[in-house]
């Protein structure tokens, strides 16, 4: 070796294998200091200070009003179908994806579900069942035409999804002409307002679904497989995983979800609500991303998006209580996607070193 | 000394572009093998064909003695070859530990390995182990990847490979980033993993670099093997001659 000597052997003494395990051991045993650190630094953190502030702020302009057991309720109610729907677009968005028909896929399962029970008739169990399977499949089937037209036909996911928003609502138009079905059978609407320990059994359905793909995220395989495909697609594909295939599985997941939350729906309002999801996927994008997911895959987390969520649905209900014209909120949920997204960029370029 | 990979007369083309003229090369078991060549000389087409990336379009290779169609990267990886590109292939959101063992998760034991959960504690520590003792400065587990320095990146794309390859191990560049003392490193690593019966190859432009690593060194040019060298018996002239063609080589050198 052409190394100089003492290079060499320095580096190469063996280190007394104890002291090398005690090091080592060390390295890996992190202090409590770094982990409140660490866990101060990241966007659920904030983002439950910016939900807190939000809370207290309309508490302040109208405390017994905003405050009261039905308002708060109000509140999980109108989150939960968000909700479920932006657990699985963390998952499409972590993976470096994105998904704009959610809204528009859920109207269109919200309408075949109803279909169907309808068809099938009566008030029971059996109905409902069928009613919550065909709502899964079709919004699963218009998830996995997404994921086709994305991994397969290489259409990038903004104008795929962009595609079905308009496509997915319009079918869903023409199989109702437009009209409102108000047939549900009886057992759905008892389900959908039924409460168990103060909260909505779909509020119950929605933190279901949070935990158990929440810790499927982060504590499995199949979830470490989601940020590597959205963090280095490269790499992904090099080390061995079925990139296409699983973002198939990721866009039929968000479909499904959208048709989770189509059906739960029915259950809400005891009929079908064709003209009232226009500006869900804002929500459920804008819940994402305040959550602290990235906008470029690979980074993210679950209970940042329940944190997310919750902003601009309590920012929405606060403000009809505050009085202030509806059409506020639209602009205040717009705004807030922006600045969320701005928050992302920023933190983005600090973190790199490149 | 035992020939773990050969390939013979590989030809790859690019619409009109011949990349890969009937290329030949041959890398043997604990030896450093360096694989040198101007730019365009058809480098890292032939290391993506004998690594599985992309598929020749004719000419055979062979492990150990066997003629063998590698596919894809992965059925190359269980075949253990292994190869560290020249992007690194790192995920950059990730962890060094999860990257080392990207593909290759562990899971914990009993029914929590069913359902695919990961054990997140035993990775860290395996590869914090390999960090140690291959001798780098990657300490953090919890840091992801993009916060760590170009000699970092690195060191975490090496050891990856280092742990997991047992017959090839293919370097595309591997101190074309780095530092004078990271350089060290990575060529101490190098013999490192040939002492241990890997055959190592190793890409570089940098021939003293190469001169000191290396124990066997072929010079591609335009797309096919024209010599062959033992290190401790050639030198840069004769080594820049023969990649740029100065130097008149009608047959193949034989060492």
């Not at chain 1, 000597?5 to 090398?20: L, Q």
């Not at chain 1, 959908?192 to 395989?221: E, P, S």
């Not at chain 1, 909120?329 to 928050?343: D, P």
């Not at chain 2, 047992?166 to 490192?192: C, I, S, W, Y």
Request: net charge neutral; proline share 3%; charged share 15%.
């Amino acid at each position: 070796m052409n190394v100089p000597g003492g290079t060499t052997s320095a580096a190469d003494r063996p280190e007394p294998a104890s002291s090398a395990a005690q090091a080592t051991s060390d390295l890996l045993t992190e202090d409590w200091r770094r982990t409140l650190t660490r866990t101060l630094n990241v966007s659920p953190t904030y983002m439950f200070g910016v939900l807190l502030s939000v809370f207290i702020a309309f508490t302040i302009i109208n405390p017994s009003a905003f405050t009261s057991t039905g308002n708060l309720q109000n509140i999980t109610e109108t989150a939960a179908p968000y909700l479920v729907m932006a657990v699985a677009v963390t998952y499409l968005m972590i993976a470096g994806g994105l998904d704009l028909s959610v809204g528009s896929v859920l109207v269109f399962a919200n309408v075949i579900a109803a279909k169907v029970m309808g068809a099938i008739g009566g008030n029971g169990t059996f109905p409902v069942l069928v009613g919550l399977l065909a709502g899964l499949g079709v919004g699963a089937g218009w998830g996995l035409f997404n994921g086709f037209c994305v991994t397969k036909l290489r259409v990038p996911a903004l104008i795929t999804t962009l595609g079905t928003l308009g496509a997915v609502l319009g079918a869903a138009d023409l199989l109702t002409a437009g009209n409102d079905i108000r047939s549900v059978p009886l057992s759905l609407i008892n389900f959908g307002t039924g409460t168990f320990l103060g909260l909505n059994y779909i509020v119950w359905i929605a933190i279901g679904v949070t935990l158990v793909f929440g810790l499927m995220l982060h504590l499995t395989q199949f979830g470490r497989h989601t940020y590597i495909v959205g963090s280095n697609i490269e790499a992904a594909r090099r080390a061995g995983v079925n990139v296409d295939r699983h973002l198939f599985k990721l866009y039929a997941l968000s479909g499904a979800a959208a048709g989770l939350a189509g059906f739960l729906a029915l259950g809400q309002f005891a009929s079908t609500t064709i003209s009232g999801h226009s500006t869900d996927v804002i929500i459920v994008i804008t819940g994402v991303v305040l959550g602290g997911t990235s906008l470029f895959g690979g980074y993210g987390w679950m209970i940042g998006t329940v944190i997310g969520i919750l902003i601009p649905t309590t920012l929405n209900i606060g403000l009809v209580i505050a009085n202030v014209q509806p059409f506020w909120q639209q602009v205040a949920t717009g705004l807030i996607l922006i600045a969320a997204v701005y928050l992302d960029q920023l933190k983005r370029r600090s973190r790199e070193r490149t | 000394m035992t020939v773990v990979l050969e390939a013979r007369d590989v030809v790859k083309r690019y619409g009109h572009v011949t990349a890969l003229n009937g290329a030949c090369f041959q890398a043997h078991e604990g030896e450093v093998t360096a694989l040198i060549g101007d730019n365009g000389a058809g480098k890292s087409t032939f290391v993506k064909v004998l690594s599985g990336v992309i598929a020749a379009d004719s000419g055979e290779i062979a492990l150990s003695g066997a003629k063998t169609d590698l596919g894809s990267p992965q059925h190359a990886k269980r075949l253990g070859i292994e190869t560290v590109f020249q992007d690194l292939a790192l995920a950059p959101d990730l962890g060094p530990a999860d990257n080392v063992f990207v593909g290759r998760e562990l899971f914990k034991p009993g029914w929590r390995g069913r359902l695919r959960i990961l054990d997140k504690a035993e990775m860290r520590r395996r590869a914090l182990d390999a960090f140690v003792s291959m001798g780098t400065d990657v300490k953090d587990m919890h840091a992801p990847v993009a916060a760590l320095s170009g000699g970092q990146k690195q060191s975490v794309a090496i050891c990856r490979s280092v742990m997991w390859a047992n017959k090839v191990l293919f370097l595309d560049e591997p101190t074309a980033a780095l530092g004078v003392r990271q350089t060290r490193n990575v060529l101490r690593l190098v013999k490192h993993v040939a002492e241990r019966g890997v055959a190592v190859i190793l890409i570089s432009h940098n021939m003293t670099e190469v001169l000191e690593a290396a124990d066997r060194i072929e010079v591609l040019r335009l797309g096919q093997r024209v010599a062959q060298y033992k290190a401790d018996q050639t030198n840069v002239e004769e080594l820049v001659g023969a990649m740029t063609g100065a130097l008149d080589l009608h047959e193949e050198t034989q060492p």
